[in-house]
């Protein structure tokens, strides 16, 4: 599930800041440290009208149907079901698509974004697991 860290680290550490614990870029073990930012819940989005309205404050972490991305260049992608395969950032979009970021990197898709169409209904399953973190 998208949420299980969601769960875990922001509740009992919390979340760190880029100043607080930057990438290093180097293998090694992670150091514990509380973080400056706590949560104390989460609300799960199901429906295409929620995520559209939770998306106007915040990106939302979503789960899509991935198996046809990586035929995925430029455009607004269309070729896909409803099994929820991959754990994609949801940023932004229009009245035409929604844009997700990816984590394979900036050269695949739009550097490291895609267009998925937006047609009213869960497009790739966007809309049917999204979740987003409540500060305390």
Known sequence: QLHR?????????GIQTNA?????????SCKVA?????????????KCTDLENALTGRPIPVAVDGRNFQTYSKGIFDDCQNTLTLAVLLVGGTDQYYRIKLSWGDRFGEAGYMRLIRTGKSTCGI????????PA
């Open 20 to 28: 607080s614990y930057p990438y290093t870029g180097v293998a090694g």
């Open 34 to 46: 509380l973080g400056l930012f706590k949560i104390k819940g989460s609300v799960n989005v199901n």
């Open 127 to 134: 809309c049917d697991a999204g979740t987003y973190p409540l």
């Open 5 to 13: 860290s969601q769960r875990y680290l922001p509740f009992y550490l």
